[in-house]
């Protein structure tokens, strides 16, 4: 009997240490996974906070990530100190962005190399676009913001926020900026084969073939995709277009033109619609709130545009109920639609 009670007291003993050891287990895991994620919080605020964020008022510490062309030694450009400011002056007022780490390029140098400002490119949304040869062997896509844009000034601001922390091969590459005599500029790495629409609607222009469509496809989701998922806060674009699809020497497509964008978790709201007929989601126009469903609107209508080669304010949703439409719609009909693009 004595026996069978010593076992018993044993036996709690041993199943009493064993709860002890298994709750002192269990806190010193809790206590170090809480710990380990307030520290990845902190990082993680750190970060943010030396990032440059749209819609805040944050500081910037983080470097840009320069293209290839502009990282030989020769390479004309200014590096501003660590806390440098960009100034914008607008009509009437000030408004300053942190550009710490973005190259400064001299307003002489850029009238010198865009030849007095007559290499025009294109014109931008809120203002032209010209080439610029550089003495050092670089070529640059010049946007420079109209003196009388008032929008275009913020939007000019929203870009170099958002793209002084955003690195993706599927992106452009914000080179430089200039803000000298009054003038605005931001630089871009070259983009030799300009945007897709002017591939599918220019003249004189070969139609791309097939596998070119299907990767430029695949590279602007890869862009979007980032943005969505891999950019912290998610960023929606909301004007996916194709003349905001440029193609660099080998093709490769690069979403550009981040004047509209926003962080989908901060400003979710707007009481302005924004973006291009014809892309627009109407969830997005009825409801007023942008989220990542509108890039994927406008991705799926950038996606018809590219097989059809009709312009979505051009009739093209009219070819895709053709195609969505009864077996009866003749298929020599719709194949005379598309086989001429």
Not at 29 to 35: A, P, T, V
Not at 83 to 101: D, F, N, T, Y
Not at 149 to 174: A, D, I, P, W, Y
Request: hydrophobic residues 35%.
């Amino acid at each position: 009997m004595e026996r069978m009670k010593g076992v018993s007291e044993g036996l709690i003993i041993g199943i009493t240490v064993g709860v002890v050891i298994g709750v002192l287990l269990a806190v010193g895991i809790l206590l170090c996974m809480r710990y380990r994620r307030s520290q990845a919080q902190i990082r993680s605020s750190s970060s943010r906070r030396a990032s440059t964020l749209p819609i805040r008022t944050n500081g910037v510490n983080a470097c840009v990530m320069l293209s290839d062309s502009t990282t030989g030694q020769e390479s004309p450009r200014e590096v501003e100190d660590r806390g440098a400011s960009l100034w914008l002056e607008g009509p009437g007022r000030k408004s300053v962005i942190s550009a710490s780490g973005i190259p400064k390029y001299a307003y002489k140098e850029l009238q010198k190399a865009t030849s007095n400002f007559t290499t025009l490119l294109g014109q931008g949304a809120f203002g032209p676009v010209y080439k610029a040869d550089l003495s050092s062997g670089e070529t640059l896509a010049v946007k420079v913001l109209a003196n009388n844009s008032k929008q275009g000034e913020k939007e000019f601001q929203t870009e170099v926020l958002l793209l002084g922390r955003l690195h993706h091969r599927n992106l452009v590459n914000l080179v430089g900026y200039c803000a000298e005599k009054g003038q605005h500029m931001l630089l871009y790495a070259y983009m030799p084969n300009r945007s897709l629409a002017s591939h599918l609607y220019g003249e004189n222009i070969a139609p791309l073939r097939w596998d070119l469509r299907v990767n430029i496809a695949l590279d602007v989701a890869r862009g979007l995709e980032y943005l969505h998922d891999g950019a912290v806060p998610p960023v929606v674009h909301r004007d996916i277009k194709s003349p905001n699809i440029l193609l660099d020497q080998f093709m490769h497509a690069r979403v550009a033109d981040f004047g509209l964008s926003r962080e989908e978790m901060v400003t979710p709201n707007e009481a302005d619609i924004r973006g291009t007929y014809g892309y627009l989601d109407p969830e997005y126009v009825s409801s007023r709130s942008f989220t990542k469903k509108s890039d994927v609107y406008s991705y799926g209508v950038l996606l018809f545009e590219m097989v059809a080669g009709r312009n979505p304010q051009q009739g093209l949703m009219e070819y895709v109920e053709l195609v969505r439409g009864p077996s009866s719609v003749p298929y020599s009909f719709m194949e005379e639609c598309f086989s001429e693009h």
